[in-house]
């Protein structure tokens, strides 16, 4: 049985950093990139970024691009996510998943297995 526990969400002011987390078990975690996604209130779930199996190739929407910054430690089994300089936008359920590849994927279809979500509330 597959399962994705991410951790390390809360409330956070305008320009201040988290580090989520995401532990993965039931499969083998380093034959797989892994992704994270967030949902802001009332909108889709968007692609915020994605790393490669080996953790060598990264990806990020715009939007993220020089705050945020994925990692992963495939001894742990567990996949993070750095958010700097936060702002209101970035309020949002934050999801991790794992691709259904080895290689980094953006869309949402690509990812297979998926966390219950932890909540990132910025305050201005």
């Known amino acids: 049985q597959v399962q994705l526990v991410e951790s390390g969400g809360g409330l956070v002011q305008v320009g201040g950093s988290l580090r989520l987390s995401c532990a993965v078990s039931?499969?083998?975690?380093?034959?797989?990139?892994m992704g994270w996604f967030r949902q802001p209130p009332g909108k889709e779930r968007e692609f915020v970024a994605a790393i490669s199996w080996t953790g060598r190739s990264t990806n990020y929407a715009d939007s993220v691009k020089d705050r945020f910054t994925i990692s992963r430690d495939n001894a742990k089994n567990t996949v993070y996510l750095q958010v700097n300089s936060l702002k209101p936008e970035d309020t949002a359920v934050y999801y991790c998943?794992?691709?259904?590849?080895?290689?980094?994927?953006?869309?949402?279809?690509?990812?297979?297995?998926w966390g219950q979500g932890t909540q990132v509330t910025v305050s201005s």
């Open positions: 039931g499969l083998i975690f380093s034959n797989y990139a």
């Open positions: 998943a794992t691709a259904t590849s080895a290689w980094t994927q953006v869309r949402i279809d690509a990812y297979d297995y």
